[in-house]
């Protein structure tokens, strides 16, 4: 399993500091630390996150709030890894060669996360680990409850695994190069490692499971409206197959950045600058339609709605009439910051940082990046969700169909 520091590539300074399984602990940690933040504000914003995706509410004082038990997972998966980091910088003091032969301290740690956080004998969010689990059973292979058995947890938590798409590849790739004799996982990382597209494979599978849930939601909308023998509340569907389309929007990227990747000009039959434009057009098309379709549909926000709808008086510009945050300015930074970070790929433009993408560093910052945005996507998310649980769905929202059960307002 160890690589022979003899012939291994010279490994960056980020990679001495952080190798690869470190990095996919880190951001995987991240996101329950992360997790915690958004339910414990969206609680204090009077938004009952439990009842939305049909997870049992804990009003009891004597019961320790969601929050609080998300934390404490975050910590018991954090003090591991903590130490382990420590211990290997201590061991590895930088030099290549240390790092490369002690893979087996990072790799287990990481090992070590993940049955940290399935394992029964743990107590700590037991609940919410089976909860999740479970969840995650189904909407792996691209399955979506009904919307009395928690549809929206299920729709979130297949768009979360979206924006661990590259993490997840990051992980194939660090067991992948553990477990070869001629590799060393804290070595300079091989994203080719089981062939030049299966890591692409990996990374389309979250796209691939939205794109199965939305074309499900689809069906269940015509099958509704034979039965009624019309057209009901959610109209013929339509919506499903353009969300469904948005995220076929991302296989392109993931094919075309694979092939520039490895690019043989023999094979492919393309310049290399043709593949490049051909790439930008898909990431262009990727990237804005997604933008849109967060802030029109996914949060219910006018600014790129009609102008009148845009300027209703009966709601700040470009907003929506219920809002829950304090302050308007709340949503325009959103806005303006999931507009940013759903364009990074605008780097490679520029002469100064086209090779950002292709440095260690710059791909993990590019990963953690992506998971904020999700975390700041999903306070705004919900927050749509239950106003249209309490105050009626959007005149054209049917992206979720018709809602059985109504919350009252606390």
């Not at 060669?97 to 287990?108: D, F, K, T, W, Y």
Request: hydrophobic share 45%; charged share 20%; with cysteine.
């Amino acid at each position: 399993m160890d690589g022979d520091p003899a012939v291994e590539p010279e490994l960056e300074a980020f990679s001495l500091f952080l190798p690869l399984p470190y990095r996919v602990a880190s951001i995987l940690v991240l996101g329950v630390w992360a997790w915690g933040v958004n339910l414990q504000y969206l609680t204090f914003l009077k938004i009952d996150v439990p009842a939305l995706i049909r997870y049992p509410s804990r009003h009891s004082s004597a019961v320790q709030p969601h929050h609080l038990s998300t934390y404490r997972l975050a910590t018991i998966l954090t003090i591991p890894l903590a130490i382990s980091l420590l211990i290997f910088w201590v061991i590895t003091q930088g030099q290549s060669a240390l790092v490369i032969s002690h893979e087996i301290l990072p790799q287990s740690s990481l090992f070590l996360l993940l049955l940290l956080f399935v394992i029964p004998i743990l107590h700590v969010a037991r609940t919410g680990r089976y909860r999740f689990l479970s969840t995650l059973k189904r909407v792996s292979i691209g399955g979506i409850a009904e919307t009395q058995d928690g549809k929206f947890g299920d729709i979130l938590l297949a768009d979360v695994l979206t924006s661990y798409a590259k993490v997840l590849g990051d992980f194939f790739v660090s067991a992948c190069m553990f477990f070869s004799f001629q590799r060393s996982s804290t070595g300079k990382p091989d994203r080719g490692c089981g062939g030049q597209f299966l890591v692409p494979i990996i990374i389309s599978v979250p796209s691939l499971i939205r794109l199965r849930q939305c074309l499900i939601e689809y069906i269940r909308v015509r099958r509704s409206n034979r039965r009624q023998g019309g057209l009901g509340s959610s109209e013929w569907g339509g919506q499903h197959l353009a969300n469904a389309l948005k995220y076929a929007s991302a296989f392109p990227v993931i094919i075309l950045s694979a092939m520039q990747r490895g690019y043989d000009p023999t094979k492919i039959g393309m310049s290399e600058a043709g593949l490049f434009r051909l790439w930008l057009f898909f990431v262009f098309l990727n990237s804005f339609y997604s933008f849109y379709w967060d802030v029109a549909k996914d949060w219910d926000l006018t600014l790129l709605s009609s102008a009148s709808a845009r300027n209703d008086p009966e709601h700040p510009w470009g907003l929506r009439r219920h809002l829950y945050f304090h302050t308007r300015e709340v949503y325009y930074v959103a806005i303006g910051i999931d507009f940013l970070l759903r364009c990074t790929w605008s780097f490679k433009l520029s002469p100064h940082l086209d090779h950002f993408n292709d440095l260690e560093g710059g791909i993990f910052v590019m990963e953690l990046l992506e998971v904020l945005r999700r975390w700041l996507w999903i306070f705004f998310r919900v927050e749509t969700e239950w106003v249209r649980n309490n105050r009626g769905p959007a005149p054209d929202d049917i992206l979720l169909g018709e809602y059985n059960v109504k919350f009252d307002d606390d």
